[in-house]
């Protein structure tokens, strides 16, 4: 099962931008894709971005054109470059396979007005 730990999380200005990051283990990381998942305050987790074992990528709508997914399979660490936050991005953001069972700790992300 996956192993992941999330970082990168932190309180910013709207406008701002952050960079997380995930370590992952347990896994055939170079086999997998992954993405990204946010928890806001109050609503269930839900899909942010993807990213397959070919790069391709795949945002929600309220990433697109803001957030950029990658990944370094050298390092088993996928990130996400998150840039002109709004205070709706506010959450806890976790790293996961596409099928997840188990999650991390998750890394804060708090966007003030």
């Known amino acids: 099962q996956v192993h992941v730990v999330e970082s990168g999380g932190d309180l910013v200005q709207a406008g701002g931008s952050l960079r997380l990051s995930c370590a992952a283990s347990?896994?055939?990381?170079?086999?997998?894709?992954m993405a990204w998942y946010r928890q806001a305050p109050g609503k269930q987790r839900e899909m942010v971005a993807t990213?397959?074992?070919?790069?391709?990528?795949n945002y929600a709508d309220s990433a697109k054109g803001r957030f950029t997914i990658s990944r370094d399979n050298a390092k088993n660490t996928v990130y996400l470059q998150m840039n002109t936050l709004k205070p709706e991005d506010t959450g806890v953001y976790y790293c996961n396979t596409l099928s997840p069972d188990t999650w991390g700790q998750g890394t804060q992300v708090t966007v003030s007005s």
């Open positions: 347990g896994i055939i990381f170079s086999f997998k894709s």
């Open positions: 990213i397959t074992t070919r790069h391709i990528t």
